[in-house]
């Protein structure tokens, strides 16, 4: 299996090149050059796997044997899934009126991204030994990715991870589950900014090929190609789930609803339905709708500002794996690709090609009030948004497997966080309530509709602020009580500080301590 750049201009690599790089050197994102396609026999095979087993099959997809045996894949996975608390690793809740939520966040951080980042740390250490080498890890975090980044590393001795927060952006338990990690390979930096000022300096820094190349930079956020692979198995679990009977032909279909920022599960959700896998994506934002207004009227482009929302982790206005979902809708065109995001960078501000606007939206949509609307259950995308009371639904149908977005407002989360804790004493973290407001939508418009699923990123243990703004009691584990009694470490990068001089800077003086210490 072999990767290429989303934008053409770079040399293809395995998977190995794929995981350290991050970023390409064109400044593009891996994808792989083939998709495999799944067949029914093969769908139905995998319905009877666990969530665990289902990740060692996708893996063994884009990961060849020549790299990573099989039997070598196999305990990599066991041992990255060994921490987690619940036995099935990812468990669906069936709740009241046909809700099932899948709960990705059973981990040590509570979040869906120790998934991804246990696995991948796995692959990463497993290639460091065999090859005697050290990488610095530069994440930059909205809240959840840099906890659980650290907690995937912390005490590696081949590892170093310098994580960028952004300081007041994130809740408070977020914080402390990474600055409480006071391990000597583990550098927090906590940004006056928002994160995708953050993520300014650290692209530049992946922009400096040969600074990146001296110093074995590699970045673990969902630019990486790894996390987007085993995060496909969410898509997989659920349908498998959800869906009523694998025995009819053709397989029936599911909708999986997925809250997003930058469009690392809907990427992997899009890969997945470009596989074979029968499901229709319905994505949903918070306010930071940038997906949206792309999907709606083919408008890529920044607002004035990131607006803080109860969905925190949500609140990102440059969602960086669109570009892979804009390259699967191109077929493979890497030269729009690139046409596009460079534009997308240079002004901030981009309409979409009418080709690739059509076949995310127009020729192929309907936009009319979720009031008596009638639902055509066709494979596609959906994009609900909420704007003053008012429901829109756009139902996308003759989508090639893509993404983006649900928009919905801090008002609509508690009340939604508020419905759910009535019906059925089962607390929903924000984010995980921007995807069940788009259940119970449905459910008030009485419509018959397919089995659904909503993706559940993290529990709302960690967002106890969010809890209490719905008129709810928060439930706080004991290991994340313990948090504010201990110890912490961060520096603070503050406004009119060169950001950028800074983290090289640090990387620089890292690379000094590993060399004197070989």
Partial sequence: MWYISTRGMAPRVDFEGALFSGYAPDGGLFMPEEL?????????????????????????????????????LNDLIDRAFRRFRHREVVHLSRLRNGLNVLELWHGATYAFKDLSLCCTAQFLQYFLEKEKKHVTVVVGTSGDTGSAAIESVQGAKNVDIIVLLPQGHCTKIQELQMTTVVRENVHVFGVE??????????????????????????SLNSINWSRVL????????????????????????????????????LAAGCIAQKMGLPIRLVVAVNR??????????????????VEPTLASAMDIQVPYNMERIFWLLLASDSQGTRALMEQFERTQSTSLPKEL?????????????????????NLGLEIWLREEGTCFLSTCYELSGAVTSESVSDEAITRTMGHCWEENEYLLCPHSAVAVSYHYQQMNRQQPSLPRCCLAPASAAKFPEAVLAAGLTPETPEDILALEFKETRCTPMRKGDDWTLMLRNTIEGLSWQQRAQS
């Avoid at 900014?193 to 692209?203: A, H, Q």
């Avoid at 992946?206 to 600074?211: E, P, S």
């Avoid at 995310?360 to 609307?373: D, F, I, L, P, W």
Wanted: proline share 8%; glycine share 6%.
């Fill in 36 to 72: 495999p396609q799944l067949g029914i026999e093969t769908l139905r095979h995998w319905s009877t796997l666990s969530y665990p087993s289902l990740v060692k099959e996708l893996c063994a997809l884009f990961i060849g044997p020549e790299l990573i045996p099989r039997d070598v």
């Fill in 193 to 218: 900014g928002n994160s995708d000022e953050l993520d300014e300096p650290i692209k530049a820094v992946f922009a400096d090929v040969a600074f990146v190349k001296k110093h074995n930079l590699m």
């Fill in 357 to 377: 606007h059509s076949k995310v939206s127009h020729h192929s949509c309907t936009t009319e009030t979720a009031k008596g609307a009638a639902m055509k259950p």
């Fill in 230 to 265: 085993v995060q496909m198995a969410h898509h997989f679990f659920a349908y498998f789930q959800c869906a009523p009977s694998l025995d009819t032909h053709p397989l029936p279909p599911v909708e999986v609803v997925v809250p997003t920022g930058a469009a690392g599960n």
């Fill in 288 to 305: 930071n709708d940038i997906i949206h207004r792309t999907v709606q009227r083919g408008d890529f482009s920044l607002s004035k500002a």
